[in-house]
T-cell receptor, first 116, second 112 residues
């Protein structure tokens, strides 16, 4: 299995809703990432997990809450989002943060989130 | 801090022709890797080609090749025999011992 799987592919939620995005990989990668991407812009790093521990939080608002229950799964819990949070949310994985960096990242196909 | 610059927001190429996408970067590191990613409308970021900074030989992958000029900190992507399926956003990326940095992207249109 050489894929990163993200669910759901599309999500529409109200500003008072609570929802979660899911990301899964079975490549044995020990680093996992959440990115936010606005239209026609590059991905912006949100969170990095290394060996199931939060390694980097790029000053993301607390309405976004990441979770890494095990080495294959990464969740992003959403609560009280704003319309400006509407974007494509990409998950990625790699062998490690500082190991085998020549391999780059493997990306999922993203979740298109719309906040109404 | 490392930065990646793509100065061409949009490019267009005729089918079967060749196009070159530009990328420059700034770093003080000596050991790093450079990547080109393709993002079609399907949204998934797909790795096109990678280059190790310590290798002088330019990487090639079928119709895709790079022109890596380390001293100039330049890393351009050449697409030969362009196909309609090459139409996408292309992101140049840099990685050293840390997370990956992306350029702003170039939208490539392929005309039939």
């Amino acid at each position: 299995d050489t894929e990163v799987t993200q669910t759901p592919k599309h999500l529409v939620m109200g500003m008072t809703n609570k929802k979660s995005l899911k990301c899964e990989q079975h490549m044995g990668h020990r680093a996992m990432y959440w990115y936010k991407q606005k239209a026609k812009k590059p991905p912006e790093l949100m969170f990095v997990y290394s060996y199931e521990k939060l390694s980097i939080n790029e000053s993301v608002p607390s309405r976004f809450s990441p979770e890494c229950p095990n080495s294959s799964l990464l969740n992003l819990h959403l609560h009280a989002l704003q319309p400006e949070d509407s974007a494509l949310y990409l998950c990625a994985s790699s062998q490690g943060i500082q190991t085998q960096i020549n391999y780059g990242y493997t990306f999922g196909s993203g979740t298109r989130l719309t906040v109404v | 801090a490392q930065t990646v610059t793509q100065s061409q927001p949009e490019m267009s190429v005729q089918e079967a022709e060749t196009v070159t996408l530009s990328c420059t970067y700034d770093t003080s590191e000596s050991d790093y890797y450079l990547f080109w990613y393709k993002q079609p409308p399907s949204r998934q970021m797909i790795l096109v080609i990678r280059q190790e900074a310590y290798k002088q030989q330019n990487a090639t992958e079928n119709r895709f090749s790079v022109n890596f000029q380390k001293a100039a900190k330049s890393f351009s992507l050449k697409i030969s025999d362009s196909q309609l399926g090459d139409a996408a956003m292309y992101f140049c990326a840099y990685r050293s011992a840390g997370d990956m940095r992306f350029g702003a992207g170039t939208r490539l249109t392929v005309k039939p």
